[in-house]
């Protein structure tokens, strides 16, 4: 397959020109032509880069790119070692943020839904990317902390009282943290997301609602998995998911 027509696919898949982001999305950096072997992974950090070369991939896709606002945009340091091992094996960087977020079946959000075995109800915050499900049975939050740390794989922070009853439970992927009140408002009796601030810690305390920190690595996970097996299937590309490691 061609470079540019995964990357127009994966555009008319993901939809980025709808979302306001912090980094562009889609092809980042440019490498050769054709394109049979793929490395996704969640961050394009120097280990993943690493572990593209090692296996001799001629793309990366991951959900946290480069260049995102903000940032000092001097290439010295890691920026340059992480930007010359991509040139000096012409391996292109497909990253997607937001969209990899929202998408209605791929996304990070859908896909822990899958994993948790809830069905979305509605959706709130911008661009709809906070979910809200309601639960086959009420569940003490005690127990959900439990379950995510098995489903995750990673023992995740509950603010909160172990015996509050959760009938409809929100979450968004990530660093989601600042929708914790308007998920109180679209009436959830828990908030699950990947980060947690310190105010959240009041808020939770004060709304009665728990918070759950289940990780921003942990969560966000699955979209790329899944859009990786997306593209194994459709066209025929080998797309290998690489785990590094990440307690945040």
Partial sequence: MLRDELGAYLDGLLDPARFRDYCPNGLQVEGRAALQRIVCGVTASQALIDAAVERKADAILVHHGWFWKGEDGRVTGFRKRRLQTLLAHDISLFAYHLPL???????????????????????????????????????????????????????????GAEQTEVRRIAWCSGGAQDWFEAAITAGADLFMS?????????LARESGVPYLAAGHHATERYGVMALGAHLAERFGLSCDYVEIDNPV
């Fill in 101 to 159: 977020d929202a998408h209605p079946e791929l996304g990070n959000n859908a896909q822990l839904a899958t994993r948790f075995g809830w069905t979305i109800e509605s959706h709130f915050g911008e661009y709809e990317l906070g979910c809200l499900a309601v639960l086959p049975a009420p569940t003490f939050a005690g127990a959900l902390a439990k379950n995510a740390a098995q489903v995750l794989g990673r023992e995740p922070l509950l603010i």
């Fill in 194 to 202: 990947g980060e947690i601030s310190e105010q959240s810690t009041h």
